[in-house]
């Protein structure tokens, strides 16, 4: 998805997906469904950019992906955290506290 | 569970993934109450385009799984090579001497690869340089220069019929450039054509022209970068000066940049060559060099045949002039590199033997480690580890070894070349530009990895593949049989015969050294000190004016204080000038057929006494012989053999370098003197004649272009010579230098130097190739002993002396060496006929030499057994029972 935010939205979808896994592991299902449960919904992940999402970060090495059993006993693909994951989440939400704060400064700034 | 232990196919990977989402969703709407096909379509709807979807989700998929791959074997690697650096680390007397070895053998491979690289490999600063030829004359099958006639002729025939593009000649001379300090610098007469040539642009101002390139034309100059440095201090503002050269005004027009400097003549400055009619019409004078661009499309054999063609037409229209020449075309670029090609190959040869000494070293070193190894390997191939694990493991770590040995190598490379470049005698082009650049740094690394990991790995690998089982069962190393005590003896072996071959060159140039040492030079150079004076033509024309302000120098320095006895002579020995000229002995007809050539001198009286010219036969020149009286000439015995072989040349009259047929001024042999080595000790005498200077022809004064040696001797303190003749020069002319001043025992030194460079540099290298092979002989003979501990110990046990032991110790460790010999033998037979051009008084399969160098060689082989072997007789049998 081409577009001059693309990389922001990109990287916050990253992050996002990272901050889910941080809990264990889950299949690419319930990281959609934890995404929207836990935003109420005003987080839709477009399901067509999470996939290639998850595809991206595996070759980065941030997940690691196993086939395994699901709660239904269906064979399905888990996708977990691995340390470098796990550094990059925590240097991720350390930089968008520090962007959510200055930003949220500004905008309540008074003349 | 890792998901590669049961890896699906990419395509079902991504199906499956999908299908399950799929199904989740479904399953998520219809527990909200939705019917079954409306799920499956909202489901559907919110994975949007599936196709494309799979399609990007295969192909993210197909790049993850490449990038998984790459980083999993740079894990592994980074992990063979962790594991290689432990066992080196582990190891550190093998590691130590594999180092050494390879970072020595590296290193004088690389620093003699660097002088190749800088001298013959690297093109010369002209565009395509290989289009630039050396166009000479052909004269009885040697390359010859050229005289002015023929060039010009080439020059009109090559105009009408192109085959190079343009054709320059240049002729070095003399120059004296007043100053403060009147100063002798080397310049050049060129055509306007040679800057065309070479197609090197000035870095300032211009070139000349055509224009200037006549007779009357404008007196101007264009000088080198050195002398623009030295006298101008790199101004800009030079261009446009008036310099005076000879005493005459010349105009700078520009400077060359540095790297216009690919003439053995090294000049300084170049002139135009501005060729008159009556010196475009000299035919049998030959001194011209002459280069050629060769024209797009044309090929030296074209050129050169070309050229023959015009060149045998001028031969017919000219026979007494030209004989019977052709012409002779090669890359000026093997000419420039001349002799230093032969010299550098043959110590790269050298070179490389060392390096396989030391490849030899390292493959026995690592069998012997393969050997000790082989338990390890055993076990980790029973644990699973596969052969093509343990292959990349081997080979990992001769790449640890590799690259180790290759930095040190390097360094001892650079400090190899400093020496090198400091040490080389003057004359070797180039040699000061070797360095380490990244072909040098590139060529250090290949070096370092076909030696590590051709001659090392192939024994490591044999190892491994060794009797596995047979190790283990045993528990001991084993692994080791026959079949390698051989392939390490073979090691030995190849490694003294390497090491006989460099030693015997070796030794033939130390006695070659040795021989040139003694030879009689054939005059007494002890206290003798020469100088050079040129005198302009054009304040000195006429040959009485010539002679006479030479006479009036001699006669003021030998009236200086000081002075016991001094001369003037054209040439000195190992000074320049000098020429060859034709004489004809009486009774022979006067036809250019029975010309025979020699070297001509002319000297004042008391030239022979001073510099010690032993009288053979009849009188010496003196005061006697005047101008106009009856005309006198000696001979060296070398030119009387020439001249009237079998006879006493004494008394016998010479036609040489003046007259005509109607005038043929006969010369009378009035003394025989000794040959003198006057080309250096290591050069064969040449025939020689001395003409007394009251007597001098006319024309002889051009040949020697007015410039002659004084040579003196002093009463007690040379060193008063330099100041006496530049006072005697300055009372006759105060606008001239003295030049060239030295002592005749240096330049005689000077001579040698060359030599003496090749026979240090051969003697290092085979000393270090002795000091590598010996390192080889007693690591093999340690091993020996170690495995043969238990037997030594039983055969002690039941009676044998130490002098048993120590005998068959070191008979089975010289058995390789004896055999390395006979086959070291043989090689040098064929390799010291390389060096036939460089010995003098020794042959090249010199009887002596030979045997003595395998005599010392097997001598001090059988010493480096003997630690190892006095180690085995202290062997007890009890410890070495306990150690089965």
Known sequence: MPGPDSDFLQGTLDVLILKTLSWGSRHGYAIARWLEDSSAETIRVEEGSLYPALYRMERKGWIEASWGMSELGRRAKFYQLTPSGRARLRAEIAAWRRLSGAVGRILEARG | MSWRFWQPSLHREVDDELDFHLEMRVREFMARGMPAAEARAEAERMLGDATRLRRILRRAGKERDRTMRRTEWLAELRQDLAYGFRTLARNPGFTAIALLTLAIGIGATTAIFSAVNAVILRPLAIPEVDRVMLVGELYEDRAADVSVGNFVDWRAANASRPVFSELGAINWRNFTLAGEQPERVIGAAVTAGYFAVMGVAPLRGRVFTEEEDRPGGARVVVLGHRLWQRRFGGEPTAVGQVITLNGLPHTVLGVMPPSFDFTNGTEDLWVPAAFTPEVEAQRDEHYLTVYGRLSPGSTPDVARSTLAEVQRVLNQRYPNENGSRSVHVEPMMRQFIGDARSQLLLILGAVVLVLLIACANVANLLLARGATRAREFAIRASIGAGQSRLVRQLLAESMVLALVAAGLGIAVAWAVIRTLVAAAPPGVPRLEQARLDPATLGFAVGVALVSTVLFGLAPALRSARADLQGALRTGQVRASGGRHDWLRQGLVSAEVALALVLLVGATLLVRT?????????????????????????????????????????????????????????????????????????EGKPVAPESQVNARMRLVSPGYAETIGLRLKRGRQLSTADRTGGPRAMVVNEALARDLFPGQDALGKRVVCCEGAPDDLRWKTIVGVVGDVRSRGPDQAPQPEFFLPISQAPDEAWNWIARTMSLIALADQDPLVLGPAMREALRRVDPSLPVYRIETLEASLANALAPARFRTALLGSLAGIGLLLALVGIYGVIAYLVTRRRGEIGVRMALGATSGDVLRMVIGQGLRPVLAGTALGALGALAATRLLATWLHGVSPNDPLTFGAVALSLTGVAALASLIPARRATKVSALEAMRAE
Not at chain 2, 531 to 542: C, G, K, V
Not at chain 2, 568 to 584: A, D, E, K, R, W
């Open chain 2, 513 to 585: 050294a040795i021989h040139l040492q003694r030879v009689d030079p054939g005059f007494e150079p002890r206290g003798l000190v020469t100088a050079r004076i040129a005198l302009p033509a054009e304040s000195y024309a006429s040959p009485e004016a010539v002679r006479r302000a030479f006479e009036t120098v001699l006669e003021h320095l030998t009236a200086s204080p000081g002075v016991k006895s001094a001369a003037l002579s054209s040439q000195v020995p190992m000074g320049p000038g000098g020429g060859f000229n034709g004489l004809i002995p």
